[in-house]
C-alpha cells in the first residue's frame, strides 16, 4: 500500500511566485526524499533529510520535516518555467527497508 | 560517469506477449530496484536486486520477474502481457546502503495493444 501522499495533486503558479508541496507518510521512517521528474523521463533526486533533521536547503529548495506530524513539505523559491515537473515524496522506512517508497507525485506548471 | 542507461525506451507489444526489458546501472553500483509507473497508481516498485539476488519485492504477481547479472546489469520480464502493463518502467540503481538514494534511468515505455 501506498506510504503517504503529495499534496496538491496539482499546482499551477505564475513565474517568481513561491511553490510548496507537502508529502505525508504513515510509518516510521529514517530519511525522505525528494526528487523530480520531467515529463515522461526519469527521476532526478533533488534532496534527502534524515529522521533527526528538521530543515534542509538547497539552492532555491527548502525542506522541512515534521516527524510528529509525519510530514515533510517542499518549498520552491522563486520558481521558473523550467521548474514544470513532477515532484515525488519518498520514504526511506526504518527497520532495514533499502527501499524508498514514493507517492503519486505533484505536478507543478510554473507559467512564464 | 555514465548514467543509468534502459533499453529500449518504447515499445509496443500485444497481449499474451512477453517482454524483456534491460537496465545498466552506474558503474559501481551494485543495488537496482525496478519501478512501474502509471497515471492512476504513481510509482510502484516491483523488486531490488543486489549483487545477483533479490533482496526485496514488490506486491505483483509472478509474471514480473527479473534477474541480475555479475556485472549488476538487470533485466525484467514480464509474461503472458496484459492491457494494464502498459506503463512506464523505471530502473534505478544505487550503492544499497541504507541512505537510499536512487539514480534513475530514462525508462522503457511500454504499450499492450
Known amino acids: 500500500s501506498q506510504q503517504g501522499e503529495e499534496d496538491p495533486q496539482a499546482l499551477s503558479i505564475q513565474e517568481g511566485e513561491n511553490a510548496t508541496m507537502n508529502c505525508s507518510y504513515k510509518?516510521?521512517?529514517?530519511?525522505l526524499q525528494w526528487y523530480r521528474q520531467n515529463s515522461g523521463r526519469g527521476l532526478v533526486h533533488l534532496i534527502l533529510?534524515?529522521?533527526?533533521?528538521r530543515e534542509k536547503h538547497s539552492g532555491r529548495l527548502r525542506v522541512t520535516l515534521d516527524t510528529s506530524k509525519k510530514s515533510s513539505s517542499l518549498l520552491i523559491t522563486a520558481s521558473r518555467a523550467a521548474d514544470t515537473a513532477s515532484y515525488f515524496c519518498a520514504r526511506g522506512l526504518s527497520g532495514g527497508s533499502y527501499i524508498p517508497t514514493f507517492g503519486r507525485g505533484t505536478s507543478l506548471i510554473v507559467h512564464p | 560517469k555514465a548514467g543509468v542507461t534502459q533499453t529500449p525506451r518504447y515499445l509496443i507489444k500485444t497481449r499474451g506477449q512477453q517482454v524483456t526489458l534491460s537496465c545498466s546501472p552506474i558503474s559501481g553500483h551494485r543495488s537496482v530496484s525496478w519501478y512501474q509507473q502509471t497515471p492512476g497508481q504513481g510509482l510502484q516498485f516491483l523488486f531490488e536486486?543486489?549483487?545477483?539476488?533479490?533482496?526485496n519485492k514488490g506486491n505483483f504477481p509472478g509474471r514480473f520477474s527479473g534477474r541480475q547479472f555479475s556485472n549488476s546489469r538487470s533485466e525484467m520480464n514480464v509474461s503472458t502481457l496484459e492491457l494494464g502493463d502498459s506503463a512506464l518502467y523505471l530502473c534505478?540503481?544505487?550503492?544499497?546502503?541504507?541512505?537510499?538514494?536512487?539514480?534513475f534511468g530514462e525508462g522503457s515505455r511500454l504499450t499492450v495493444l
Open positions: 536486486y543486489f549483487s545477483e539476488t533479490q533482496r
Open positions: 534505478a540503481s544505487s550503492l544499497g546502503d541504507l541512505t537510499g538514494e536512487l539514480f
Open positions: 510509518t516510521s521512517i529514517n530519511n
Open positions: 533529510i534524515r529522521s533527526n533533521e
